[in-house]
Each structure stands twice: as structure tokens, then as C-alpha cells.
């Protein structure tokens, strides 16, 4: 039998400007054995991934509209419900981990240019590099619209948040 998912809704904390990490652990805390975890968010929140990911989960992310996101958390070895989510990618976008990747060669900082110039400026260096070649970008926000482009081009990626809110990106040429 499986156990209905445990909801926690953190849209309107985040719409408060609060921080609703601590919301997550405890309804994390409070999942019976084998129970899925179902988050709804203003945002994919890829960080997370990550930190359920070392807890034993897998994430499964969907746009549900109006710029909100359902992520199913399902622990390691489970399918989740096939009518729920799409599974997302691994956290760092494309690769397993573990996978060695050449240092970057080339260093682009766009925090501090206006959509679309981050995207185009990233996407124009990586056709520039031969293939397994990577590049690193630092972007003003997470760059959901560059992930689908570099999937589309055959591109692999890592990102994540750094502390001072930026987003730093790793791609390597396909």
C-alpha cells in the first residue's frame, strides 16, 4: 500500500519574504518510512535538491503555473506516482556524481547584465569551446530558460547558488 504524500505548501511564506527551510525539515522529519514528500514553491528549488538528495531522496519537478513549482521528494529505490511529476535532473543539471571535469577556460561574470544578455552572452562562449571544454558563469538569477537551451544544444552543466545569492554555473561542451 502506498502512503499519501505529505504536503507542505511553502508558497506563502515565500511570498511573506520568509524562509521556509526549517517548514521543509520538519515535515522531512515527520515523513513515515517509504512516505513521499510533495512541496509546492514560487520557485524550483534546486538547492534542495541536493540537500534531500544526501537524506535519501529523489526529486521530481513540474511547473504548475503562474511560475509555481511542485517537487515530489520520493525516497532512493521508489517510483513515484507516475501522474505527479516528471522526474528533474540530477542537481547539477546533466551529469553523475563523481564525474571528473576539466577546469574551466574560460570565466564569465554576467551578474550584472539584463535578460537575455547572461544567456546569450554564456550560450556564445560555450559554442566557442571545443568539445569537453568547460566554461563558468556567474549569473544573476538561476538560469532555468539557459538549462533547456544547453539540453537542447547537448550541453552538460553543474550550478548552484553561492552565498551571496548569484548563480554560479559550470558547462562543458558536448
Known amino acids: 500500500m502506498t502512503l499519501p504524500y505529505y504536503e507542505v505548501d511553502v508558497r506563502p511564506i515565500l511570498r511573506e519574504g520568509g524562509e521556509p527551510f526549517s517548514a521543509i525539515m520538519e515535515a522531512v522529519d515527520a515523513l513515515a518510512p517509504g512516505q513521499s514528500l510533495r512541496l509546492l514553491a514560487t520557485f524550483k528549488p534546486i538547492p534542495l535538491f541536493q540537500v534531500l538528495g544526501n537524506r535519501g ?4 519537478a513540474r511547473e504548475i503555473g503562474n511560475g509555481d513549482w511542485e517537487v515530489i521528494f520520493t525516497p532512493a529505490g521508489q517510483q513515484p506516482d507516475p501522474g505527479a511529476a516528471e522526474p528533474a535532473p540530477a542537481v547539477d543539471g546533466a ?3 563523481g564525474e571528473i ?3 574551466p577556460v574560460v570565466e564569465l ?3 550584472d547584465l539584463e535578460p537575455p544578455e547572461p ?3 554564456t550560450l556564445q562562449a560555450v559554442e566557442a569551446l571545443s568539445p569537453g571544454q568547460t566554461l563558468a558563469a556567474l549569473l544573476p ?3 532555468i530558460f539557459l538549462f533547456e537551451e544547453l539540453q537542447a544544444r547537448g550541453h552538460l552543466w553543474r550550478g548552484a547558488f553561492e552565498p551571496d545569492g548569484h548563480y554560479r554555473v559550470v ?3 558536448g
Request: glycine fraction near 0%; charge should be positive; aromatic fraction near 10%.
Open 57 to 60: 531522496f529523489e526529486p521530481a
Open 95 to 97: 551529469i553523475t556524481t
Open 101 to 103: 571535469w576539466p577546469a
Open 109 to 111: 561574470d554576467n551578474r
Open 119 to 121: 544567456m546569450v552572452r
Open 141 to 143: 538569477r538561476e538560469p
Open 171 to 173: 558547462i562543458r561542451r
